[in-house]
T-cell receptor, first 117, second 111 residues
């Protein structure tokens, strides 16, 4: 158990709908990262938040948005869903994630499996 | 932009054979991490390499970071069925914030 929790575990929805995925980081971690993993694919970095502010942006679609709240939990909002959005969405957290020249261990949650029909 | 290439994409080995996966970056990395994802699981941190030319060992696993800090490798000696999974490298270029994961190498071990 990494200490990172994600809800829901599974989500089935229809095209055109909107869903919200939730992530609670490990206690004391300030950074939250979101990744998308399609079937048998690698991890696509979507976005990172640090202490409530957006820190880095990856290949995140305009239909997707995220935020990190004062209690440090994060939500990933996916709207106007398409079939191709079906994937496993991971959240990870790290202590700081402030960049500089270092790189911190990321602790991954169990993921949310999204199926768009 | 920064790219991290990982090869091979898949590797099938007989139990007891060795296995190596390679990671190459288009830019110099501040350091590199390796993760393992078991089938149906989530990525789990294995190790971090920081120094040029660094070599670290964890039991049957040997990790190397290239002299130019642009490539890395993970070598498993005498694979076991418990080694099955996908191995990812992850790097961030100096001064950057984004962590870029390689596409992963999926290891299959036949008993």
């Amino acid at each position: 158990d990494s200490g990172v929790t994600q809800t829901p575990k599974h989500l089935i929805t229809a095209t055109g709908q909107r869903v919200t995925l939730r992530c609670s980081p490990r206690s004391g971690d300030l950074s939250v990262y979101w990744y998308q993993q399609s079937l048998d694919q690698g991890l696509q970095f979507l976005i990172q938040y640090y202490n409530g502010e957006e820190r880095a942006k990856g290949n995140i679609l305009e239909r997707f948005s995220a935020q990190q709240f004062p209690d440090l939990h994060s939500e990933l909002n996916l709207s106007s869903l398409e079939l191709g959005d079906s994937a496993l969405y991971f959240c990870a957290s790290s202590r700081r994630g402030t960049g500089n020249s270092g790189q911190e261990t990321q602790y991954f949650g169990p993921g949310t499996r999204l199926l768009v029909l | 932009g920064q790219q991290v290439m990982q090869i091979p994409q898949y590797q099938h080995v007989q139990e007891g054979e060795d296995f190596t996966t390679y990671c190459n970056s288009s830019t110099t990395l501040s350091n590199i991490q390796w993760y393992k994802q078991r089938p149906g699981g989530h990525p789990v941190f294995l190790i971090q390499l920081v120094k040029s030319g660094e070599v670290k060992k964890q039991k049957r696993l040997t990790f190397q970071f290239g002299e130019a800090k642009k490539n890395s490798s993970l070598h498993i000696t005498a694979t076991q069925t418990t080694d099955v999974g996908t191995y990812f490298c992850a790097g961030r270029n100096t001064g950057g914030f984004k962590t870029i994961f390689g596409a992963g190498t999926r290891l299959f071990v036949k008993a």
